[in-house]
């Protein structure tokens, strides 16, 4: 069974579902870049590992960069008791603690064979990227950084929540679920960000991939990603559609038309 939306599903962005459809998502490109690409590029993704961060009064955990969570939670091991002369007053609330883990960041990168020169980076945001002041500072400034250099950018942002990283995409906003972004090195040329704002009830576009020139673009089918990733993934079985949708909710645009989605397909 498929995804009831026609491009990206909004169930997916559950924190519980998210790191790994995540991970799916980076090897699915990789994947189909690798298809087309011929002998002369080839796609691979990047790794890195950085602490996780535990935010006080956080919802729930946040998780990075096309990334996956490594660590499991680890619950506290042992329970002590201490005597005491004067009677306490019990916590009203207990919980289990945790230990710092390690995060891993993946980025989709095109090089060119042979010397393994970086032509283009696929970011694909996270909600660490998006919600979390350190780690939103920490993408802007690699973005930064990569406009600055002769690398193309191609920006895959499908949460609808936290801040859009890019100032082209921030200012003046675009009342839009999703964000499909294509900044190209153009040598002495200033850079034009080519964008693809996407609704939850639109399929998402055929995303090209430039390359060197006097190559052509490639062209990345992501709703065809999608569709391998959702039933490889099972989540036909794993997602409750009568339930809401994760945080935030949906503009009031999308509501009635997502109301009825959601109801032909209980």
């Not at 100032?167 to 850079?191: C, F, K, M, S």
């Amino acid at each position: 069974m498929n995804s009831p939306f026609p491009g990206m599903d909004p169930y997916l962005e559950d924190h519980n579902i998210w790191p790994g459809f995540h991970h799916s998502l980076a090897e699915e490109i990789k994947g189909r870049l690798n298809a087309k690409l011929g002998e002369r590029y080839y796609a691979d993704v990047e790794l890195r590992t950085v602490g996780e961060r535990i935010e006080i009064g956080a919802p729930h955990v946040m998780y990075p960069d096309v990334g996956v969570y490594e660590s499991e939670l680890r619950e506290i091991a042992a329970v002590y008791e201490f005597e005491t002369v004067v009677a306490a007053t019990p916590a009203p609330l207990t919980r289990p603690s945790r230990k710092p883990g390690e995060l891993k960041l993946r980025a989709v990168r095109v090089y060119l064979t042979g010397t393994n020169r970086l032509v283009t980076t696929i970011e694909l945001l996270s909600p660490y990227n998006k919600r979390y002041s350190e780690g939103l500072r920490e993408y802007q400034e690699k973005r930064a950084r990569l406009v600055d250099s002769p690398v193309h950018l191609v920006e895959i942002d499908l949460l609808r929540g936290g801040d859009r990283p890019g100032p082209e995409v921030a200012e003046p906003p675009i009342d839009t679920d999703y964000v499909l972004l294509v900044n190209r090195y153009r040598g002495l040329q200033d850079r034009v960000s080519e964008i693809w704002p996407v609704a939850l009830n639109e399929p998402l576009p055929l995303l090209p991939i430039p390359l060197l020139p006097p190559d052509a673009d490639i062209l990345l089918d992501l709703n065809a990603g999608m569709r391998e990733i959702y039933q490889r993934g099972a989540y036909a079985k794993r997602i409750d559609y009568r339930a809401p949708l994760p945080p935030p909710p949906p503009r009031p645009v999308i509501a009635e038309w997502l109301g009825q989605l959601v109801g032909s397909h209980q």
